[in-house]
């Protein structure tokens, strides 16, 4: 990417206009209380939606935020995330109009993503899901992923006082919203419908 170098230079001005010793205290170590597994889509980064600094999120991202047991990155992640950073909370961060949900009810000729959309599937509704809007799904994808990680060994082993919360990011206002996983989503209105 153009600039990468010229626009680093830029951010460590400002870090240093806020404050002189930003990277001397940087370098000191990281004390996150949140790790975060969000969706890959360049419109989602965490850090900007919740304007954090440095050091204070610990983030694993994959198309469509998914929770795989046998993805060892996640895993790695999980593990150090409760183990050793001990997060306060564990969240999963789905967006709305999310390209990895719609490829997953889309026959894909490019074998390197089909295995990945075949993961995403597996928590989707099998039958009529023509019923639900995009961001339903987009829905039901994160309080799926909530309850991945709530079951995950890695979890069950260091996670006892760790909440886990889903929250959909919506691109169009900006806003986070907080899921409620004893309210399931029901089906709204049909695909290409949607509102936001
Ligand atoms: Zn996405």
Redesign the pocket.
Known sequence: MKGILEKNKKFIEEMKKGDKDFFEKLSQGQHPDTFIIS???SR?SPSVIMQSSLGQIFVHRN???QVIQQDLSLNAGLYYALKHLKVKEVAII??TD????KAAYTTSEDAEFCVWTAYIRENLPKEDFDKYSLDDLVKINVLAQVRRVQEHPIYKKYGQNTEVVGYVFHIKTGTLETLDPSDPVESSAPRGQESS
């Open positions: 969706c890959s889509d989602v198309i469509a935020n789905g967006h999310c390209g990895g949900i």
